[in-house]
């Protein structure tokens, strides 16, 4: 089955019956891999398909004239790419693997089709797109509101979430592709300031950072700091989107 990290972001939303996971599974027939550092998409280009994560993470970021760069979000398995190209024709951010990437080719018009048989993907699509502007939206009042201890420490908050609601995450330790480099460039900060604040944080019994792996001191201090309410993640406290039936099997 294509991306269990997708019925696993969706477990409690929407029906996943057995014709809709026979349907994706015809759809993605065609696998590609990248390495880290290969480009999936520049800005400008025209898109071609649609792609589903299967493995890695991605960066979507923009770069500047000056040869700065900001990254507006990070793409994780089971999560959809290019699927702006079923409104638009050319993509508006650079999309780039951090880590080794795995990702299902999706074609738009077998992809259009699927969505006329199962109102359940069309939702599915649509939660993607709010969950994505959610994303963004709390990275903006980041760069807008927060100082920067806080927006390191939601950021953090933000991916252990993300990864639990893949399964993705136990324990207390997070093993990260991101460098301290991507931090500052998530967050609008200095490689410098990132170096001081990860400190700060460990001064406060919060995070100890290493060599890409981050541990979890106090999870529920880090929450505080940052401030943190993960519900624009889950969409918790809408139960009407809930299904009134169990998910198929």
């Known amino acids: ?64 004239p000056g040869g700065t760069r900001q990254i507006v979000n990070f793409a994780l398995p089971g999560d959809f790419l290019c699927y702006n190209m079923m409104m638009f024709e ?82 207390d330790t997070i093993l990260l592709p991101l460098l301290q480099d991507d931090f500052a460039d998530i967050l609008g900060l200095s490689v410098i300031h990132i170096v001081r604040v990860f400190n700060r944080l460990e001064q406060m019994g919060v995070v100890r950072y290493k060599s890409r792996r981050v541990q979890i001191v106090d999870a529920e201090k880090l929450k505080r700091v940052a401030g943190f309410d993960g519900d624009y993640l889950y969409f918790s406290t809408r139960n009407d989107l809930r299904p009134q039936t169990p998910l198929s099997k």
């Open 90 to 171: 050319r993509a508006e951010f650079d999309i780039v693997a951090r880590t080794q990437v795995s990702l299902w080719e999706l074609e738009v018009q077998s992809f259009r089709q699927m969505m006329t048989r199962h109102q359940g993907l069309a939702e599915a699509l649509m939660w993607s797109n709010a969950h994505e502007e959610a994303l963004l939206a709390e990275r903006v009042v980041s760069l807008g509101r927060r100082d920067a201890t806080q927006r390191l420490a939601h950021v953090l908050c933000e991916i252990v979430a993300r990864l639990e609601l893949i399964q993705r995450h136990e324990g």
């Open 1 to 64: 089955m294509p991306s269990k990290a997708l019925l696993s972001k969706l477990k409690g939303y929407f029906a996943v019956t057995h014709d809709l996971r026979t349907d994706i599974n015809a759809l993605a027939k065609k696998r590609i891999n990248l390495d880290a550092g290969d480009a999936l998409i520049r800005a400008g280009d025209k898109y071609k398909c649609m792609f589903l994560v299967e493995e890695g993470w991605l960066l979507r970021a923009r770069y500047l």
